[in-house]
T-cell receptor, first 117, second 114 residues
Framework: AQKVTQAQTEISVVEKEDVTLDCVYETRDTTYYLFWYKQPPSGELVFLIR??????QNEISGRYSWNFQKSTSSFNFTITASQVVDSAVYFC??????????????FGAGTTVTVRA | KAGVTQTPRYLIKTRGQQVTLSCSPISGHRSVSWYQQTPGQGLQFLFEYFSETQRNKGNFPGRFSGRQFSNSRSEMNVSTLELGDSALYLCASKTRDTFTLEQYFGPGTRLTVT
């Protein structure tokens, strides 16, 4: 079974502060994909980033960056210089490969981020 | 390119009734997945279709069913509605027959069962 844990329920910051969201996962698959999605108040899930399990290189994309550590099963996500428009619920998700976990996303409970002006 | 569309956006039904929700994927996308989102259980996978075939199914009772048409449009049906079925139902599509690609989600259908 796959499991994704987002220990932080809510985070509140002032605009321009950095925000780091934690994600820990469990899977028996040897290869898998990790994702971060954003859900603004409108309700639509918006894809942010994807990382596969065999590439631990961390990257930066604009104000987003992520830290994938296979040894600790963590996939943390950082928003640099937060803006009010970043206020949303952020979900970490996991998808398996070559098993019954194919084709589906297992989501964490989500972290609500509030950015105050 | 138009995104994933879901109809209707809001629905109110009575316990015991049945409901059908519709999802049109992004043009060219052949895979459609359905998810249920509730405050208590979070986001849970319902099922995934590709080329009119269900490839994976989540842990939901048989009251939840779905299908996909030749044009990739998908419907999900919930029979004998229960209060606990009140949720946001999200549909997602992706381009190819691979689990490696990200899924693009629609705005969802908010179902309220009274």
């Amino acid at each position: 079974a796959q499991k994704v844990t987002q220990a932080q329920t809510e985070i509140s910051v002032v605009e321009k502060e950095d925000v780091t969201l934690d994600c820990v996962y469990e899977t028996r698959d040897t290869t898998y994909y990790l994702f971060w999605y954003k859900q603004p108040p409108s309700g639509e899930l918006v894809f942010l980033i994807r990382r596969n399990s065999f590439d631990e290189q961390n990257e930066i994309s604009g104000r987003y960056s992520w830290n994938f550590q296979k040894s600790t099963s963590s996939f943390n996500f950082t928003i640099t210089a937060s803006q009010v428009v970043d206020s949303a619920v952020y979900f970490c998700a996991l998808s398996g490969m070559g098993s019954s976990n194919d084709y589906k996303l297992s989501f964490g409970a989500g972290t609500t981020v509030t950015v105050r002006a | 390119k138009a995104g994933v569309t879901q109809t209707p956006r809001y629905l109110i039904k009575t316990r015991g009734q049945q409901v059908t929700l519709s999802c049109s994927p992004i043009s060219g996308h052949r895979s459609v997945s359905w998810y249920q989102q509730t405050p208590g259980q979070g986001l849970q996978f319902l099922f995934e279709y590709f080329s009119e075939t269900q490839r994976n199914k989540g842990n939901f009772p048989g009251r939840f069913s779905g299908r996909q048409f030749s044009n990739s449009r998908s419907e999900m049906n919930v029979s004998t509605l229960e209060l606990g079925d009140s949720a946001l139902y999200l549909c997602a599509s992706k381009t190819r027959d691979t689990f490696t690609l990200e899924q693009y989600f629609g705005p969802g259908t908010r179902l309220t069962v009274t």
